[in-house]
C-alpha cells in the first residue's frame, strides 16, 4: 500500500494559525464562562432554597435553563472539536483543517519549531525594557508547558475523555440529528460541561501568555460571572417563586 504522503505546515503559517487561533478560543471561551455562570447560579438556586417548590413561570425557568446548557453544549463542541480523517494522513488532514480548537492549537503548541519562534518572540514582549528578555522568554515556555499540560491532563482521565466523546455524539447525532437511543444516552450532564469549561480557560489562560504576551486571570473573571449572574437569579426566582397566584 502508498503510504500517505504528508502535506507540511510552513512554520509561518504555524504561527498565523496560532495567532488567529487564541482569540477566535478566547472569545469562545469567554462565551462558555458566561453561559456556564448563569446556567451555574440558575441551578443553584432551582436545587437550593426553591427545591421542590412549585411555582407559575417553573416551565419557563426550565426551557432557558435548557436553552443555556445547550448552548454551552455547542460552544464546548467548538473547543474541543477534533477535524476528521476523511481518509487522510492525520498530520496532514490537522494541517489542513481550518478549525480553531483547543486540541489543534496545542498541537502546534507541542511542536519545538512553534515553541522556539514563540520563547523567541516573547522576548521582545517589551521592546523598551531589553533587560526583561530573559524573564519573559522562560514565563513563555511555563506557559506553553502549563497548556499542554492541562489539556494532557483532561486526556488523562476517564472521565475527562468520556465528556469529551459524549460531547461529540452528542452534537452529531442528537443535535444535528435525533437518533432516538443516542437522544436518550448521549446527553452531557452539567458537571461533565463545567469540567470542560474548566479545562478550556486553564488551557487558553496559559495559551494566551505564550502566543499573544497576554495574561489574564481567568478565574477572577468568571468569579465576577458568577456574582453577576446570582444577582439577576436570586431575586428573580424569588420573585417567580413569591408570585403564587396565576396572572389573568
Known amino acids: ?23 477566535l478560543i478566547r472569545r469562545d471561551v469567554q462565551i462558555a464562562a458566561g453561559v456556564e455562570a448563569a446556567l451555574e447560579a440558575a441551578n443553584e438556586q432551582a436545587t437550593g432554597d426553591l427545591r421542590g417548590v412549585q411555582f407559575y413561570g417553573a416551565d419557563c425557568y426550565n426551557a432557558v435553563a435548557q436553552s443555556m446548557a445547550l448552548q454551552l453544549a455547542l460552544t464546548l463542541a467548538k473547543l474541543f472539536e477534533i477535524p ?13 483543517s481550518d478549525v480553531a480548537s ?6 502546534l503548541l507541542r511542536q519545538k519549531r512553534c515553541r522556539a519562534r514563540l520563547v523567541k518572540r516573547a522576548r521582545g514582549w517589551i521592546p523598551q525594557m531589553p533587560a526583561l528578555a530573559d524573564t519573559n522568554a522562560r514565563a513563555c515556555e511555563r506557559a506553553i508547558d502549563r497548556a499542554i499540560a492541562a489539556y494532557a491532563q483532561l486526556r488523562r482521565r476517564h472521565s475527562g475523555r468520556h ?3 459524549k ?9 444535528a440529528h ?7 444516552e448521549a446527553a ?3 458537571n461533565e460541561l463545567f469540567e470542560l469549561a474548566r479545562v478550556a480557560r486553564k488551557v487558553v489562560e496559559h495559551a494566551r501568555l505564550a502566543i499573544a504576551g497576554v495574561h489574564i ?32
Open 163 to 165: 465528556a469529551v466523546r
Open 1 to 23: 500500500m502508498k503510504k500517505k504522503q504528508i502535506v507540511r505546515l510552513p512554520i509561518a503559517d504555524a504561527l498565523l494559525r496560532l495567532d488567529q487561533m487564541i482569540e
Open 188 to 190: 452531557p450532564t452539567y
Open 167 to 175: 460531547l461529540r455524539t452528542f452534537r452529531d447525532k442528537v443535535l
Open 217 to 248: 486571570d481567568l478565574a477572577d473573571e468568571m468569579e465576577g460571572l458568577q456574582e453577576v449572574s446570582r444577582a439577576f437569579w436570586r431575586p428573580a426566582m424569588a420573585a417567580a417563586a413569591g408570585a403564587k397566584a396565576r396572572p389573568d
Open 84 to 96: 476528521s480523517l476523511r481518509g487522510e494522513a492525520k498530520s496532514t488532514r490537522f494541517n489542513r
Open 102 to 107: 483547543i486540541p489543534l492549537m496545542v498541537r
Open 178 to 184: 435525533t437518533l432516538l437511543i443516542v437522544a436518550l
